[in-house]
């Protein structure tokens, strides 16, 4: 059964600092591995999807890789601003299993 | 449409009464989901379709939980005598495949169970 873990679990940085949000997943098996951001009382918005064949994924200031024999993604934030504060999930997708969530990193950047 | 919509948005109910969820995906994406967010917590998979079908119902909760969905499209998520413990936020979620195809979510909707 696919777990999904993200840590840490809170992070709070100046604005400008680069950052590194962790997610590990046990099952290696898996078809993709999305990043999701949701900001407080929303839905969920995709920010990147990695297929099982990639390395990483970009856009803008977001970086995401994946090396699916240690069961791990980054998701690299690049100059962060207070506008990226927000909660950011993982999720796996593995097998015949809809997507696994980890349970997210709580983001704050301070001006 | 040009994303996956809910309603209602949010919806206050007494315990014991029945509640309809709807869910209406991204024109053409086939594989529709329904994940349950509470307070404080992380997504919980609830039911996903495929088409019209419902190959995995192992997420429900329990028997006062159903979903269906009708000509590939919309769907509605019931829950028959509500309880406080189903209070939460119940998202939805659509993709063009289920295994390699990027997940969309529409904005939830907030259940409260008094």
């Known amino acids: 059964k696919q777990e999904v873990t993200q840590i840490p679990a809170a992070l709070s940085v100046p604005e400008g600092e680069n950052l590194v949000l962790n997610c590990s997943f046990t099952d290696s098996a898996i078809y993709n591995l999305q990043w999701f951001r949701q900001d407080p009382g929303k839905g969920l918005t995709s920010l990147l999807l990695?297929?099982?064949?990639?390395r990483e994924q970009t856009s803008g200031r977001l970086n995401a890789s994946l090396d699916k024999s240690s069961g791990r993604s980054t998701l690299y934030i690049a100059a962060s601003q207070p506008g990226d504060s927000a909660t950011y999930l993982c999720a796996a997708a593995s097998g015949n299993t809809p997507l696994v969530f980890g349970k997210g990193t709580r983001l704050s950047v301070i001006a | 449409g040009a994303g996956v919509s809910q309603s209602p948005s949010n919806k206050v109910t007494e315990k014991g009464k029945d509640v309809e969820l709807r869910c209406d995906p991204i024109?053409?994406?086939?594989?529709l989901y329904w994940y349950r967010q509470s307070l404080g917590q992380g997504l919980e998979f609830l039911i996903y379709f495929q088409g019209n079908s419902a190959p995995d119902k192992s997420g429900l909760p329990s028997d006062r939980f159903s979903a269906e969905r009708t000509g590939g499209s919309v769907s509605t998520l019931t829950i028959q005598r509500t309880q406080q413990e189903d209070s939460a936020v119940y998202l939805c979620?659509?993709?063009?495949?289920?295994?390699?195809?990027?997940?969309?979510f529409g904005e939830g909707s907030r259940l409260t169970v008094l």
């Open positions: 990695i297929q099982s064949s990639q």
């Open positions: 024109s053409g994406h086939t594989a």
């Open positions: 979620a659509s993709s063009s495949r289920m295994d390699t195809g990027e997940l969309f």
